[in-house]
């Protein structure tokens, strides 16, 4: 279990984290990259680096292969695989494993359960955590359901519902269907797209909430069973069903239902006897319902807000935990102070989310206190079109809601980036907007028109 020297597959922002946590432990570590990312932060910073292939994913960020014989050839004995890419892939964990490697996550069993939405929700609806009413294609018996069959359950929970992909994630691979007509055809797409995107053309249907938040919990546990919970996070603002902006704490939570919402999240991580960091996500409706949504079993994205407001390095906490340590945090040790947004700062036209890749031909980042920036690029950085379009994510942290928006208001306005388009000015209108200043805004927040 003990290890010294940790292969990083991943690239960006999160490459560097993972990075600087590691160092920080006094653990060597070899970075990896395409030919695309040769002039990257994250390979001149690191102790070691191997290039694994071309620019396209599958043949180096995804290619099991190549990432092995990496680890082989340098000697690493963990592998942390940061967020997307292979982070949830069971077979990838399973992998590492066999051959020796530490893999920096939880356990491939648990990767695998969570990593299929139905299987997911079924497990957790075991431990009692509470679901959106839901349709499977298959009955009870394993046998494909007739049309109309099908028809007659969608209609008992109602439409308008979401076809989701089993395998689905990054927000892609959902379809809202509003009445039975429009069923069947978008069945036809849902399970097409969802083969082409996630190889796999398993689907279901679920209760589609109008007005929802999406509010996370992030859990942390041990291989001992000890298993602490660190608060929620706000990811409502969304575009395409892609987090934009996130909070902590949530504007709409009051203290019981936070309570009851950490219940549920730890039962649901429980219930798969999870261990490393994770999150579950939950949806919250108009009534102040709340519905299990996925589990992501890896660090998040948004992983610095709750680090702002806890003190507590989940990254460094990530990789004790697969050290085999015990964890030392205890639930009541762990105390909340004032607020912290994260916004992702993309290389996107900010109206209309078209790609932006291009030279960064000037880079001036905001400082001071309370002002976080996790980044990966330079002036002279050449944002590549190959892979996800986020550039780096500005944090920050302030004693309340109000003084938090303000202090990233003004961090946005002092942060130059020429070269390529980004989301700084939408982050902008988003942080003057009575909806969201009001904290009463939900995930149709970016598609509907807005107040000036
Ligand atoms: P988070 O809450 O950490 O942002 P996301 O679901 O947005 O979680 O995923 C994190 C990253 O991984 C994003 O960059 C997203 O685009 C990518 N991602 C996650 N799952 C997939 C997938 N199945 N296919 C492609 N990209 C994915
Ligand atoms: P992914 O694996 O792609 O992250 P999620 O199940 O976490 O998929 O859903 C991503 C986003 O899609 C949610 O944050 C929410 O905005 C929206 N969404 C998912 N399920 C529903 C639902 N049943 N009703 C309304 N919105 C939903
Ligand atoms: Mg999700």
Redesign the pocket.
Known sequence: MAFKKVLIANRGEIALRIQRACHELGLATVCVYSTADAESLHVKFADESVCIGPPSPRESYLNIHALLSAAEVTGADAVHPGYGFLSENAQFARACQEMGLTFIGPSPDAIERMGH?IVAKETVHSAGVPL?PSVKLVDSKGKIRSESDLKKKVEEIGYP??I??AM???????K?VRSAEELLRALDVARSESKSAFGSEEVYI?????Q?R?IEFQILADQFGHMVHLGERD??I?RR???LLEETPSPALTPLLREKMAAASLAAAKAVNYFSVGTI?F?LDSDQKF?F??M?TRIQVEHPVTEMVTGVDLVREQILVALGEKLTLKQPDIKFSGHSIECRITAEDPKTFAPSPGRVTHFHPPMGKGVRLESSFYSDYLVSPYYDSLLCKLIVHDETRPLAIARMREALKEFIIRGVKTTIPLHLEILDSPDFISGKYD?RYLSLPRAA
């Open positions: 939405k959106f519902v979401l989701k992909a689905g994630g990054g927000g892609r691979g959902m809202v679920e209760k589609y909430c109008e929802p999406h990811c409502s969304q069903h892609q987090k996500e949806i519905y949504l996925e992501n995930t």
